[in-house]
Structures are given as structure tokens and as C-alpha cells.
């Protein structure tokens, strides 16, 4: 099992940027393919980017590409998202996510361990 805490999250303005963290404890890190969701209120959780064990791989939803930067450390057991060109659209609770696969999947289903989730406001 993997246990997972965000941080990082905060108030910006719009045009801003802001690098989440999560931190993972418990089993391999390096097992897990990680991801990040999102939920803002009154909406579900959508996806946002993913990455691979190893880091080779990522994944991004459309809001996300160009703007968005998943990345991982495996020695710190870290996963990063590093957002850029912030929008007042991109205000959500940020949580982290894990699951033991090889495969980067964009469904939150899929995802076995979540963190608890850190609040990012974009002000305009």
C-alpha cells in the first residue's frame, strides 16, 4: 500500500504559476504510476496529467498540455506538477493519485491510492 500528501497549493493570480507536490510513503514508489485529478465545486473529478514508473511516459488532459508539467522523482518518492499560465478555470481541489500497473491510464477509477488533496485558487 501507498500512502500520499500533497502540498504546494495556494492562492495565484491569473497568469501565475504553482508547482504541487506529492509525497508518497509505503510500498516502491517506483511501482506506481502517478497521476493528477482535479474537482472543482459542483463538478466531477477530471483528469489532468499522468506519468510512468520510470517517468518515461506522461499523459495530459487537453486543459492541461502546454501549460501543465508532470514529472517524478523516484529516489525522493515524489511526484510534481508544475502549472504555468494559470486560469481562474484551473481553481479546484488538486489530488494526487497512484496505481500499481505499467499502463497510463486518464481514469480515475483505475487509480487505487489518493491523497486527501490540496486547494488551488486562481484569482483574477
Not at 497568469?15 to 465545486?41: D, E, I, K, N
Not at 508532470?70 to 489530488?95: F, G, H, P, Q
Not at 494526487?96 to 487505487?112: H, L
Amino acid at each position: 500500500q501507498v500512502q500520499l500528501a500533497e502540498s504546494g497549493g495556494g492562492l495565484v493570480q491569473a497568469g501565475g504559476s504553482l508547482t504541487l507536490s506529492c509525497a508518497a510513503s509505503g510500498r516502491t514508489f517506483s511501482t506506481y504510476v502517478m497521476a493528477w485529478f482535479r474537482q472543482a465545486p459542483g463538478k466531477e473529478r477530471e483528469f489532468v496529467a499522468a506519468i510512468s514508473r520510470q517517468g518515461g511516459r506522461t499523459s495530459y488532459a487537453d486543459s492541461a498540455k502546454g501549460r501543465f508539467t508532470i514529472s517524478r522523482d523516484n529516489a525522493k518518492n515524489t511526484v510534481y506538477l508544475a502549472m504555468n499560465s494559470l486560469k481562474r478555470e484551473d481553481t479546484a481541489v488538486y489530488y494526487c493519485a497512484a496505481r500499481e500497473s505499467i499502463w497510463v491510464v486518464p481514469n480515475a477509477y483505475e487509480y487505487n491510492y489518493w491523497g486527501q488533496g490540496t486547494q488551488v485558487t486562481v484569482s483574477s
